[in-house]
């Protein structure tokens, strides 16, 4: 590749199969905490921080900082525990990874996790160790479908937002790549349809319909 290119992943949905291991945590959480959680209030939160989740779901006003980071606390610790169990990985991410890197893509990850879920995910991911920078829910302020964690991503990779790619699965996180000026890649993961997709420029049902040449050419369009 004679040009920069850049792939940015987001992580849940997209790099780790984690729907039924975020759903298990939020469950396990809120029912230790005596706290109402259903299947559509957990959609919802796809591509939000999980203390803006806390805050939007149970705090009313009335839930302190600290309450709420206790909170948000035991659950990644619960989710992480899931994870390393029996990690999740989607098919086909590390032939894709493999593949962008020897075409010579940067690649990043953009999500609204935490560091800490972020690195577990590297550290089991294969080919994980290729990935070039990550930014997390504990690098910004603001969720998607802001796109302060893809700005952020592209400007680690030193690679402008125009020659980036970011591969995604809900909404929230389409929206928020073409906020930052971005090709979006909708990838169809557990819990989501093409349906919800829709304003990507291109839909996947798989990680391994994507191609080095087929991204390239998405971003020159």
């Known amino acids: 590749m004679l040009k920069p290119y850049a792939v940015i992943f987001d992580m849940d949905g997209v790099l ?3 729907y039924e291991a975020h759903y298990q945590s939020w469950s396990q959480m809120a029912r230790r905490n ?6 559509e209030q957990f959609e919802w939160s796809f591509g939000r921080t999980s203390r803006e989740t806390i805050a939007a779901l149970w705090g009313d ?3 302190s900082e600290e ?28 032939e894709l990874i493999q593949a962008l890197t020897d075409a010579g893509f940067s ?17 089991f991911l294969p080919h994980g160790e290729l990935l070039n920078a990550r930014v997390t829910g504990d ?28 591969v995604e699965d809900a909404p929230a996180g389409i929206t928020a ?26 839909v996947v049902q ?16």
């Open 16 to 18: 780790v199969d984690s």
């Open 34 to 39: 005596e706290l109402p959680l259903t299947r």
């Open 61 to 63: 006003g009335e839930l």
């Open 67 to 94: 309450r709420i980071a206790a909170l948000d606390s035991e659950k990644e610790e619960r989710y992480r525990d899931i994870i390393r169990a029996d990690f999740p990985a989607m098919e086909g991410v590390g």
């Open 107 to 123: 690649m990043a990850i953009g999500s609204s996790g935490p560091a800490a879920n972020v690195a577990a995910t590297v550290e």
């Open 139 to 166: 690098d910004v302020t603001r969720g998607k479908p802001d796109p302060q964690v893809f700005l952020l991503a592209a400007e680690k990779l030193g690679v402008p937002p125009v020659r980036c790619a970011v």
């Open 177 to 202: 790549a073409h906020a930052a000026g971005m090709v979006a890649i909708g990838l169809v993961s557990t819990g989501r349809t093409a349906e919800e997709l829709a304003d990507a420029e291109l």
């Open 206 to 221: 798989h990680l391994n319909e994507l191609t080095p040449e087929r991204i390239a050419e998405l971003i020159d369009r």
